[in-house]
Structures are given as C-alpha cells and as structure tokens.
C-alpha cells in the first residue's frame, strides 16, 4: 500500500451495507423483531458511529485544505445535497401522484417535502399513501443520521478554529469534546422525557465520534506507521467497551483504532469505488426501496434468497445510477470522490 492510499472508501461500503442489512431485516420483519435483530442493531450502530468517525477525520482535513470557508462548505454541498435532493423527490412525486385530488395528503406533502428539504425528517417522516399500513410508516428512516452530520459540518469552523487558538492545548480542547459528548449522550437518555432517546442521539451525543475522527486526522502518520498495534489495541478496548460498564466512554477511540487499523493495515488496498463511489446511495436509498417492495408484496412471494439477492440488486442499481447521474458529475474535478 502507496503512502496515498487507505481502506476508507471501503470501511465506508460496509459500514453503508451493515445498515442496509438491519433495515432489510427490520422492515421485512412484519414487526416482530428478534435477538437476530437485536445483534444486527448493534452493528449497524457501529456502523453509524463509524461513519462519524470518518467523517470527522476525511471532513477536518478537508477543512484544513480548503483555501476559505466558501470553499469547503461548496465541497460539502456538492457532496452532500445534489444526490439527498433526489432521494426525497421521487417519494414525494410518487405520494403526489396518488393524492392527486387530496387537498389535505397536498399539505402532508409539502411538509415532508419541506421538512426532509431542509433535514428535519423528524418533523415530517411519513408520505400519505406510501407505508401507511406497515410496522415502520417512515418513508426513509435512514435520514435521520445527515442532519447530525451537516450539523457537524457547520460547527466544525468554529470548533477548529478554537483548537487552533489553543496552540499547545489543542489536544485538551479535543478531549473536553469527547468526554462532554459522551456525558451528553448518557445523561440525556436519562430525561424524563419522551424524546429523551432522540435527544441523547443528536449531535452532541456524537461529537466523541467526531472528535475521535479529527483525532485520527491529527494522527494520520502515526496509524499509518503502527495500524497493526492499532487494531489490537482497539478491539481489546472496543470488545472491553460491552462487558466492562466503565469502559463504556472508550468506546469511540476504541473504534477510531479499529478503523485506523484496517484502513492501513499492509496488504491490498481493494479499491471500493474503483466503478463509483456507491456507498453514500446505498445508505440513502436503501430504506424506501426495501419499503417499496414490501408494499407491493413482491418479496413475500419469493424464497430467502430471492427476498435478499432482490433489495440488493435493486439498492446497488439505484445507488450506481445516482452516482453517475447526480452525485459524479456535482462534484469538482479534483475531488477525492470523482477520482478515486
């Protein structure tokens, strides 16, 4: 492996398909959930938190290599929105269609249009006529991790630029980050509240991921020199993380190690995106076509094999589509993305 070259284009597939595996089953599941489920839950959970730690890595040198402000919230944008655009159209075209001459299902419409528009799939998750009589009615239950992840976008300026006037400090300033989002997180699910769960899952509660992310940033060339000692180091602690109550608040460094681990360890790079970069359409349309097909009664009609090789095809499909028809050609020439 090149100087250049790492594992996170592919870290990022698999963590996209573990989530794409768990809302299969999930949402196929007619609401009857299992310890089948229950484990898978608790990957494609890593999995997100995975994606916030690349995110806070890939995204703080992006910021770092960026000539001003302008010029990184474009690359954003461009990465982000164009092909997030579509995934909330084309449900609400189709909800259009079918609510044609309902005054009420139109104003239902445009809030989820709205809403989704702008990240807030909270306020409105459901489209009339779409899921409405399945176990999960939401249109795309997947969305709900972007509006953490542009939030982290527009806080990363100024807390960069706080760390930086820390000088020598920096690395105090980064842990006061990560334990202050490990204690949101924990001291929030206790409110008293019926969205304290919701509440604990936001973007403070995450920032021991992110953090853990720019950490890794800081410290590329030490995980590209010592990946082995990395991983070892970060399963023990990640495992230690689960049976051990107290270890519990390591368990986001314990990750970053772990994807430092892999992302460098020597051997074949296995270029992921070498035929697209099809990761960020894969966690984006998964969710309503799985919802789609179990609407239309097609994959309860089909063997186990079929009702997983079917959604596959069909998300892969989607997501190779969206990459070269939005997200590609939205993104600049030199971007990491187009030419990997």
Same mark, same amino acid.
């Given at each position: 492996?090149?100087?250049? &070259?790492?594992?996170?284009?592919?870290?990022?597939?698999?963590?996209?398909?573990?989530?794409?595996?768990?809302?299969?089953?999930?949402?196929?599941?007619? @609401?009857?959930?299992?310890?089948?489920?229950?484990?898978?839950?608790?990957?494609?959970?890593?999995?997100?938190?995975?994606?916030?730690?690349?995110?806070?890595?890939?995204?703080? +040198?992006?910021? &770092?290599?960026?000539?001003e402000i302008a010029d990184y919230a474009g690359k954003r944008i461009r990465r982000l929105y164009p092909a997030y655009v579509v995934v909330i159209l084309v449900p609400t075209v189709i909800a259009?269609?079918?609510?044609?001459?309902?005054?009420?299902?139109?104003?239902?419409?445009?809030?989820?249009? +709205?809403?989704?528009?702008?990240?807030?799939?909270?306020?409105?998750?459901?489209?009339? @006529?779409?899921?409405?009589?399945?176990?999960?009615?939401?249109?795309? @239950?997947?969305?709900?991790?972007?509006?953490?992840?542009?939030?982290?976008?527009?806080?990363?300026?100024?807390?960069?630029?706080?760390?930086?006037?820390?000088?020598?400090?920096?690395?105090? +300033?980064?842990?006061?980050?990560?334990?202050?989002?490990?204690?949101? =997180?924990?001291?929030?699910?206790?409110?008293?509240?019926?969205?304290?769960?919701?509440?604990?899952?936001?973007?403070?509660?995450?920032?021991?991921?992110?953090?853990?992310?720019?950490?890794?940033?800081?410290?590329?060339?030490?995980?590209?020199?010592?990946?082995?000692?990395?991983?070892?180091? +970060?399963?023990?602690?990640?495992?230690?993380?689960?049976?051990?109550?107290?270890?519990?608040?390591?368990?986001?460094?314990?990750?970053?190690?772990?994807?430092?681990?892999?992302?460098?360890?020597?051997?074949?790079?296995?270029?992921?995106?070498?035929?697209?970069?099809?990761? #960020?359409?894969? #966690?984006?349309?998964?969710?309503?076509?799985?919802?789609?097909?179990?609407?239309?009664?097609?994959? =309860?009609?089909?063997?186990?094999?079929?009702?997983?090789?079917?959604?596959?095809?069909?998300?892969?499909?989607? =997501?190779?589509?969206?990459?070269?028809?939005? &997200?590609?050609? =939205?993104?600049?020439?030199?971007?990491?993305?187009?030419?990997?």
């Amino acid at each position: 492996m090149s100087a250049s &070259e790492n594992r996170f284009d592919l870290l990022r597939l698999v963590f996209a398909t573990l989530v794409f595996v768990y809302h299969g089953a999930v949402l196929t599941s007619g @609401g009857e959930l299992t310890i089948w489920h229950r484990n898978l839950g608790v990957l494609a959970e890593l999995a997100i938190q995975g994606f916030f730690i690349a995110s806070g890595a890939l995204v703080y +040198g992006s910021l &770092e290599r960026s000539r001003e402000i302008a010029d990184y919230a474009g690359k954003r944008i461009r990465r982000l929105y164009p092909a997030y655009v579509v995934v909330i159209l084309v449900p609400t075209v189709i909800a259009i269609v079918i609510n044609w001459e309902n005054t009420d299902a139109m104003a239902q419409i445009a809030r989820y249009f +709205g809403a989704n528009l702008l990240f807030l799939n909270f306020l409105q998750p459901n489209l009339p @006529g779409l899921f409405e009589d399945h176990a999960i009615t939401a249109v795309n @239950g997947a969305l709900w991790t972007l509006k953490i992840e542009v939030m982290f976008y527009m806080v990363l300026p100024f807390v960069a630029a706080i760390l930086t006037r820390l000088a020598r400090y920096w690395w105090i +300033g980064l842990l006061i980050l990560y334990v202050g989002g490990w204690i949101w =997180s924990v001291e929030a699910a206790k409110l008293e509240h019926p969205f304290a769960a919701q509440i604990a899952r936001q973007l403070p509660g995450q920032m021991a991921y992110f953090a853990s992310g720019m950490a890794l940033w800081k410290l590329w060339p030490v995980a590209r020199a010592r990946p082995v000692a990395l991983l070892f180091v +970060g399963l023990t602690l990640l495992v230690g993380s689960f049976v051990i109550a107290p270890l519990e608040i390591l368990r986001a460094a314990a990750l970053a190690a772990v994807i430092a681990g892999i992302a460098f360890m020597p051997g074949p790079t296995i270029r992921a995106a070498r035929w697209g970069d099809v990761s #960020y359409g894969i #966690y984006i349309t998964h969710f309503p076509i799985v919802q789609g097909l179990v609407a239309l009664g097609i994959l =309860s009609a089909l063997p186990l094999l079929g009702q997983i090789a079917l959604p596959a095809a069909l998300v892969l499909l989607a =997501s190779y589509v969206l990459w070269w028809t939005v &997200e590609r050609p =939205s993104l600049r020439r030199d971007s990491h993305y187009r030419n990997a």
